[in-house]
């Protein structure tokens, strides 16, 4: 399995970005594609998870109403349309693959994570 993401870069606050995550070597429909993030010195924490198998859907709260995670299964790639960005310093934002949809996408649900991609928001 292999996930790759992009789209990461540098944003004032209140911009917007969208992060891509193309996944590979999986039967891609079988599979919940979660997005974490974690700042520096900071746990990694989950953002958003969409279920392929049943369109399922996750959000932290700090992220709802902001954040739309949706899925190109043509692709097998999952977006992550990040808008109304908060300050906050840099983040790594992963996505992480997994074969079952776990409670609050919690990350120990997740086998196979990307390489990671970095966001930071300017105040």
């Known amino acids: 399995v292999q996930l790759r993401e992009s789209g990461g870069g540098l944003v004032q606050t209140g911009g917007s970005l969208r992060l891509s995550c193309a996944a590979s070597g999986l039967i891609f429909d079988d599979y919940t594609i979660g997005w974490f993030r974690q700042a520096p010195g900071k746990e990694r924490e989950p953002v958003a998870c969409?279920?392929?198998?049943?369109?399922?859907?996750y959000y932290a709260d700090s992220v709802k109403g902001r954040f739309t995670i949706s899925s190109d299964k043509a692709k097998k790639t999952v977006h992550l349309q990040m808008n109304d960005l908060k300050t906050g310093g840099r983040a790594v934002y992963y996505c992480?693959?997994?074969?079952?949809?776990?409670?609050?996408?919690?990350?120990?649900?997740?086998?196979?994570w990307g390489q990671g991609n970095q966001v930071t928001v300017s105040s």
């Open positions: 992480g693959a997994a074969g079952v949809w776990g409670e609050r996408c919690a990350g120990e649900y997740f086998g196979w």
């Open positions: 969409f279920s392929n198998v049943d369109g399922s859907t």
